[in-house]
Structure formats: structure tokens, C-alpha cells
């Protein structure tokens, strides 16, 4: 079964300062990741993915996050963490094949104080 | 920039009572899912719906639990007979690809409260 742990419920950090939300996966088989943003009243946005390829995926808002199979993360980063930046983070893990469902961590808090 | 529409916001029902809860995925779109969230828990699937079928449902989606796409442009999830366990945030989404690597795009949510 897949599953997703997102160790963190609340991350604080400084405007200007590197941001980083953690999320490690169990799947059995190859997986594609997913981090999403959750802004208040708002639905879940999709940031980023990891499909194949280089383990340093770039997203939106300035976004990154790295693939590390050997550990099971997919850590997202920020260079230069926003007050605009504060908001709920879901990773998603979901199998390679077929029409299977996004499964979620259960999100972490972002709050970046100026 | 196409979005997926979710009404109403918030619904407050009296336990025992129907509801339905209205989505309108991407126009283009043929993947439509549904998934909830209790308040503090995990975002968790319910089902997953293509070619006017249910394509995988989890252990939550029980008999009390039904989606169909009237017409062309709405995906609905009824509860037949609500139980306070049932409030949660419910969110719909869509997607244009059968395959893992697709990412599904999401509604706002409807927040629905059972007293």
C-alpha cells in the first residue's frame, strides 16, 4: 500500500531565509510524487512533480524539491522563503501505472513571518 | 486559467439528511475524483469516476455514497443519509491523462457540517 508521511505539522521561518517541508513515501514500485499548496478558501494547487529524469524538480512560486530514492523523500525547498509563501503543503505520492488516486500526507503549515 | 468549481462553499445538514455536492471539472478533462478531508486529518480518496463509471473507490465510499455526471459538465457526490462523521471538507478534481504522471487539478472545496 502506498503512503505518505509528512513529519512536520508546522514549519516557521523567517522572510529571506531557505524554507524546507518534508515528506518521505512508501510505494511498492516505482512512484510519482506530487507537492500541492493549500492557500486559505482556496482548493489545492499542484506545485510541482517528480516523474523521471533529474531528482531536482523545479516548480512554481520559485519552488523546488528533490527526489532522493535511497532515502524515499521528496523534500520541498524554497531559496527564499515569502510571507506570501504561508500556506498549507500536501505531498502526494501515486503508483506508476493505471488510474490509481493521489495519496496524501496530511499536510504541513507553512508560516513565514517577516 | 481553467478551474474546477465546487458549490456550494458550505453546507450545513441535519443528520439522517441527503446532500449533493456539485463540481464542474475542466472542460476538458475525463478523469473526475473525489476526496475528502476531516478537519486536521489526511486529504483521503473516495472514488475516482471515467467513461460514466466508477473506476476505484476506497473503503469510505460505502453504499451511503454515490457520484454521476448528469449532463455534460457536472460531476455530483451524494450522501443519501448523512452522519456527523461526515463532515469534512470535500474536494473535486480532474484530469486530462489516465496515467500516474498526470497531475489532477482541484476545486475549492465544499466544507459540509452534520448536526
Known amino acids: ?27 511498492s514500485g516505482n512512484p510519482y510524487l506530487f507537492w500541492y ?9 499542484f506545485l510541482l512533480k517528480y516523474i523521471t529524469g533529474d531528482n ?12 532522493n530514492k535511497s532515502q524515499t523523500s521528496f ?40 | 486559467e ?21 463540481c464542474v471539472p475542466i472542460s476538458n478533462h475525463l478523469y473526475f475524483y473525489w476526496y475528502r478531508q476531516i ?10 469516476f471515467y467513461n460514466n463509471e466508477i473506476s476505484e473507490k476506497s473503503e469510505i465510499f460505502d453504499d451511503q455514497f454515490s457520484v454521476e455526471r448528469p449532463d455534460g459538465s457536472n460531476f455530483t457526490l451524494k450522501i443519501r443519509s448523512t452522519k456527523l462523521e461526515d463532515s469534512a471538507m470535500y474536494f473535486c478534481a480532474s484530469s486530462d491523462g489516465f496515467a500516474g504522471n498526470t497531475e489532477a487539478f482541484f476545486g475549492q472545496g465544499t466544507r459540509l457540517t452534520v448536526v
Open chain 1, 1 to 27: 500500500a502506498q503512503s505518505v508521511a509528512q513529519p512536520e505539522d508546522q514549519v516557521n521561518v523567517a522572510e529571506g531565509n531557505p524554507l524546507t517541508v518534508k515528506c518521505t513515501y512508501s510505494v
Open chain 2, 39 to 48: 478537519l486536521g486529518q489526511k486529504v483521503e480518496f473516495l472514488v475516482s
Open chain 2, 2 to 22: 481553467p478551474e474546477v468549481t465546487q458549490t456550494p462553499s458550505h453546507q450545513v445538514t441535519q443528520m439522517g439528511q441527503e446532500v449533493i455536492l456539485r
Open chain 1, 37 to 45: 499548496v493549500q492557500y486559505p478558501n482556496r482548493g489545492l494547487q
Open chain 1, 75 to 114: 523534500h520541498l525547498k524554497k531559496p527564499s522563503a515569502l510571507v506570501s509563501d504561508s500556506a498549507l503543503y500536501f505531498c502526494a505520492v501515486r503508483l506508476l501505472s493505471g488510474n490509481t488516486p493521489l495519496v496524501f500526507g496530511k499536510g504541513t503549515r507553512l508560516s513565514v513571518i517577516a
Open chain 1, 56 to 67: 531536482l524538480v523545479k516548480g512554481s512560486y520559485g519552488f523546488e524539491a528533490e527526489f
